[in-house]
């Protein structure tokens, strides 16, 4: 098993950024894929970005591709997301995930591993 601790959240003005991490204990970080998916209030939670486990492939969805970057650092366990140009449609809960197998990598049900969360509000 895996155990995920999202840091980074806040509260930020449009246009600005912010960097999630998320801190990974157990079994060896390598091992898994990662990713990130948000949720707010009365919708689904949503995929956002995921990384393969040596870091050489990335996925995101269409609303944050030039925005986001997922990535990760395998000997320090942690993965990361980059957020720049924060509009207020971002503010969400962000959640950090892993899976261990190479199912599909948009799907919730595919990651059995999930993180607390963080907020991230974007509000003038």
């Known amino acids: 098993q895996v155990q995920l601790v999202e840091s980074g959240g806040g509260l930020v003005q449009p246009g600005d950024s912010l960097r999630l991490s998320c801190t990974a204990s157990g079994r060896p970080f390598s091992s898994y894929h990662m990713g990130w998916f948000r949720q707010t209030p009365g919708l689904e939670r949503e995929f956002i970005a995921a990384i393969t486990r040596s870091g050489s492939t990335t996925y995101y969805t269409d609303s944050v591709k030039g925005r986001f970057t997922i990535s990760r650092d395998n000997a320090k366990n942690i993965v990361f997301l980059q957020m720049n140009s924060l509009k207020p449609e971002d503010t969400a809960v962000y959640y950090c995930?892993?899976?261990?197998?190479?199912?599909?990598?948009?799907?919730?049900?595919?990651?059995?591993?999930w993180g607390q969360g963080t907020q991230v509000t974007v509000s003038s």
């Open positions: 995930s892993a899976r261990s197998d190479n199912s599909y990598y948009r799907t919730v049900g595919s990651y059995p591993y």
